[in-house]
């Protein structure tokens, strides 16, 4: 894990951005802490870690597992922690390869290179399905707009209902 040493040392430069003096808020709500910004939101990750622990123990979501509220901060604090780190080698990832946008490729390459191995393609698996769930809502909507824009085109422009031509020849005779 050659990276591991690397990204301990990584967050010195977020030490040295905290002492230079902060901007004043410009609102209450930025106010809140840097460390409450940058929470998981709690009820999330306690839906997760109950889940996940109520199907490993009872084989579903019938099984209550009782979580305290200290093992749930825990919990927080280490999602939060694996996916700065995560981010940090996509980070790297990308830059080795002379972008500044992050994909999907550069994450799963991330995992690799934390030797988080056994997610790749369970997450390449879901990301694909994923993908095609998107197709599929992008093609439906697609189709919805286009039959929308037609029946307005058709409202708009009414085919020989009340011409004023038609009219005209009918006063004529």
């Given at each position: 894990?050659?990276?591991?040493?690397?990204?301990?040392?990584?967050?010195?430069?977020?030490?040295?951005?905290?002492?230079?003096?902060?901007?004043?808020?410009?609102?209450?709500?930025?106010?809140?802490?840097?460390?409450?910004?940058?929470?998981?939101?709690?009820?999330?990750?306690?839906?997760?870690?109950?889940?996940?622990l109520?199907?490993?123990?009872?084989?579903?979501?019938?099984?209550?597992?009782?979580?305290?509220?200290?093992?749930?901060?825990?919990?927080?604090?280490?999602?939060?922690?694996?996916?700065?780190y995560?981010?940090?080698?996509a980070?790297?990832?990308?830059?080795?390869?002379?972008?500044?946008?992050?994909?999907?490729?550069?994450?799963?390459?991330?995992?690799?290179?934390?030797?988080?191995?056994e997610?790749?393609?369970?997450?390449?698996?879901?990301?694909?399905?994923?993908?095609?769930?998107?197709?599929?809502?992008?093609?439906?909507?697609?189709?919805?707009?286009?039959?929308?824009?037609?029946?307005?085109?058709?409202?708009?422009?009414?085919?020989?209902?009340?011409?004023?031509?038609?009219?005209?020849?009918?006063?004529?005779?």
């Amino acid at each position: 894990m050659p990276r591991k040493a690397a990204k301990e040392a990584a967050p010195q430069p977020a030490a040295a951005a905290q002492e230079e003096p902060a901007p004043a808020p410009a609102a209450p709500a930025a106010a809140m802490s840097e460390a409450e910004v940058e929470e998981l939101p709690k009820a999330i990750v306690r839906r997760l870690v109950k889940d996940k622990l109520a199907h490993i123990a009872g084989g579903g979501e019938g099984g209550e597992v009782i979580v305290n509220k200290d093992a749930m901060a825990a919990f927080a604090e280490s999602a939060r922690i694996f996916i700065h780190y995560l981010s940090a080698t996509a980070n790297d990832m990308c830059k080795e390869s002379k972008r500044q946008t992050i994909n999907a490729d550069d994450v799963l390459k991330a995992l690799d290179e934390m030797e988080f191995s056994e997610f790749v393609e369970p997450l390449r698996t879901s990301l694909e399905e994923f993908r095609s769930k998107n197709a599929d809502r992008r093609s439906e909507a697609s189709k919805k707009q286009k039959e929308k824009r037609r029946k307005l085109n058709e409202e708009s422009h009414p085919q020989n209902e009340n011409d004023p031509a038609d009219d005209a020849e009918e006063n004529d005779d």
